[in-house]
């Protein structure tokens, strides 16, 4: 792998910026199990296939939403860096894969995404921001888990990439939140009023405005218990984000 595609001007792989997550650790409803870290030390390259898989989803789903919501100036800018980010870690860890001389095989999703996106109310923008709080849990246990297996793992240079992910993990997940928000009616009174016409037009759907829908941070709390039940709970299949190993 070219340690230049590494290069974020101020995070590399050979000495990664120290990154305070704590904030994440507050924002997630539970820790990593001790037997998930257990089970991934055993593991590494099926680890590292579902992590390019996951880099490569993240784009995709980013991608959608820029597509669905073409609308939202401030949202078409911060996914465009995302997707680009995404996409540069997915070239990056399939460069892994090659060093480590690993084929790449299939691996099937794992069910957490899924377990989220099935409780996505269906109208909008209750549907916006539910997918918006998705997506800043599953970057969110993302930057968890790469800290945490930065202190476990015994291969130094896969450890020093975690590390270099963080910074940009943590803002991905901030920068989802913070689109999130930019629907709150109370951001709508003091910023620029979001164009709910075209809204309801972008996704030829009916439009609920009432204030408990756009509640985003009742949203948070009720992905942060579904998601920390998917984290905890018993797993029979390891994958990034899995459960508790079965």
Known sequence: MNDDLLNDSSNTVHAPARTDISHIHQFLGAPTPQAWLDAALQDIPKLIQDHANCEKKAAGTAMNLIFRYEFHQDLQLKLAQLIREEMLHYEQVVGIMRERGQPWKHLSASRYA???????????????????????????????RFAALSEVIDDERLAKYYRYLLKSESRHYEDYITLARSLEPKRQQSEAQLDFEALQQATNGSINL???????????????????????????????HSGTPA
């Open 114 to 144: 899924k377990g989220m996106l099935k409780h996505k109310r269906t109208y909008e923008p209750a549907a916006m921001i539910d997918i918006l709080i998705i997506g800043a849990f599953i970057e969110a246990r993302s930057c968890e």
């Open 210 to 240: 009432d204030q408990q829908t756009m509640d985003v941070d009742q949203r948070i709390a009720f992905f942060r218990q579904i998601e920390a039940e998917l984290i905890t709970s018993s797993d029979k299949e390891l994958r990034f």
